[in-house]
């Protein structure tokens, strides 16, 4: 696959606490020049990003990260200053705490919520795979599809474990028709996001795709 089709398909991504303007500008510039599918960055820089290139960079923006154990009220005010700030897309962590509880219809309701703030803008649903049972991951996967979310997503790249072939074979069986796949965290190669698409990932989080692709190695989400 050539390497600007994937990079069609990649969140550029830059949440490292210390992240700088520099570090931003940096980010977006990349974006531009390599027509990536959007930029992931934290919260305090949307309004910023969106003033400065306007509607040249879909704005992504995470809530409730890395955690997730946010109350959906906090989750909710983070989604509608990310969505009035000019952001584009969501990528919210679920309430770990309550999937390894059980409380499956609560995280269903929480999703619901964000959905229905997000309106027809994009809100994808980050799992974290690394600290799920195979039947709690089916269960998100569910929670996902009954909520009205548009992607399930791995892992927030902060957690003991990143995206794996298997957790994406997973979404596959069991999502339904109209939920798409983000994979994110350890996607540190192109061979890696060779085979995270063809898996059927429609979205690739990493800050490293584009360093990769100019032949450049390090480290990243």
């Known amino acids: 696959m050539k390497t600007e089709e994937m990079l069609k398909r990649v969140d550029h991504t830059q949440l490292k606490a210390y992240a700088t303007w520099e570090d931003i500008q940096k980010l977006c510039g990349e974006a531009l020049e390599y027509h990536t599918a959007s930029v992931c960055v934290p919260p305090t820089y949307v309004k910023r990003i969106h003033d400065t290139y306007g509607d040249k960079i879909n704005i992504c923006t995470v809530v409730g990260f890395p955690l997730g154990y946010s ?48 309106g027809t803008h ?17 269960a998100m996967c569910a929670a996902v599809t009954n909520a009205g979310a548009d992607y399930i997503k791995t ?16 979404f596959r069986k069991y999502i339904g028709p109209g939920v798409k796949i983000k994979a994110a965290g350890g996607v540190s190669t192109l061979e890696d996001l060779e085979m995270f698409i063809e898996l059927g990932c429609d979205r690739i989080g990493t800050s490293r795709a584009v360093g990769l692709c100019k032949g450049e190695a390090g480290q990243g989400y």
Do not use: P
């Open 71 to 118: 109350v959906t009220e906090a989750k909710a005010a983070e989604v509608r200053k990310a969505l009035e700030d000019g952001c584009s897309e969501i990528d919210m962590v679920v309430n770990i705490s309550d999937v390894k509880n059980g409380l499956y219809d609560k995280v269903e309701q929480e999703i619901r919520t964000l959905k229905e703030i997000c």
């Open 122 to 138: 994009i809100l994808k649903v980050i799992v974290e795979t690394c600290y799920l049972t195979e039947e709690e991951k089916k």
């Open 155 to 170: 892992s927030t790249g902060f957690g003991t474990g990143g995206a794996t072939r298997e957790d994406v074979e997973l």
